[in-house]
């Protein structure tokens, strides 16, 4: 069993940056890949960032391209979302997910573990 534990949410400024931590423990040799996703009260949950768990690759919401970016730190079994030049807009609760299923990063639905969530809420 695969447990995810986010951290590191809070309220910020616009233009300020905060950094998200998702520690998993359990068997993830066999895991495709990591998300982040967010959501806002009344909307539908939304793709942030993926992370290829074999080579690294990433991939961005259009809307936060340039300014997100997600890593991991494989010694301490945790993924990071950096987030810069943060806006209003980016006012969500966070969920980082555990993708065993296969390709389609930016589908929720390929995602088999999810985090409890941490809010981050900016400012203007």
């Known amino acids: 069993q695969v447990q995810l534990a986010e951290s590191g949410g809070g309220l910020v400024q616009a233009g300020d940056s905060l950094r998200l931590s998702c520690a998993t423990s359990?068997?993830?040799?066999?895991?495709?890949?990591m998300g982040w996703f967010r959501q806002v009260p009344g909307k539908e949950r939304e793709f942030v960032a993926g992370?290829?768990?074999?080579?690294?690759?990433?991939y961005y919401a259009d809307s936060v391209k340039g300014r997100f970016t997600i890593s991991r730190d494989n010694a301490k079994n945790t993924v990071y979302l950096q987030m810069n030049l943060l806006t209003p807009e980016d006012t969500a609760v966070y969920y980082c997910?555990?993708?065993?299923?296969?390709?389609?990063?930016?589908?929720?639905?390929?995602?088999?573990?999810w985090g409890q969530g941490t809010q981050v809420t900016v400012s203007s």
């Open positions: 997910a555990a993708d065993f299923g296969g390709p389609g990063l930016d589908d929720q639905g390929m995602y088999d573990y």
């Open positions: 359990g068997p993830t040799f066999e895991m495709y890949a």
């Open positions: 992370l290829r768990w074999t080579g690294d690759s990433t």
